[in-house]
């Protein structure tokens, strides 16, 4: 099966490096795009901590966007 869109969706919670250091990022979401990224037609990533959508936004998103995987 070839992917041809990947979402990384980092969801709501500090995890990770982001207890530790007292921040909330998306490390592993970014490092996994950008091993993929040249192998994808198209990778987007979406921090639920970053970006504080609506679960309805979110249904739209998924809908309009269609990914092959989400990681």
């Not at 919670?13 to 040249?38: K, M, N, R, S, T």
Request: charged content about 25%; aromatic content about 10%; hydrophobic content about 40%.
């Amino acid at each position: 099966m070839t992917l041809k869109r990947v979402l990384m969706l980092k969801p709501q919670g500090a995890a990770g490096l982001g207890i530790i250091v007292g921040a909330l990022i998306p490390h592993a979401c970014e490092y996994l795009a950008g091993c993929i990224e040249d192998q994808v037609e198209k990778v987007d990533i979406l921090d639920r901590d970053f970006n504080h959508f609506s679960d309805k936004w979110y249904v739209k998103y998924l809908r309009k966007f269609k990914p092959d995987c989400i990681g």
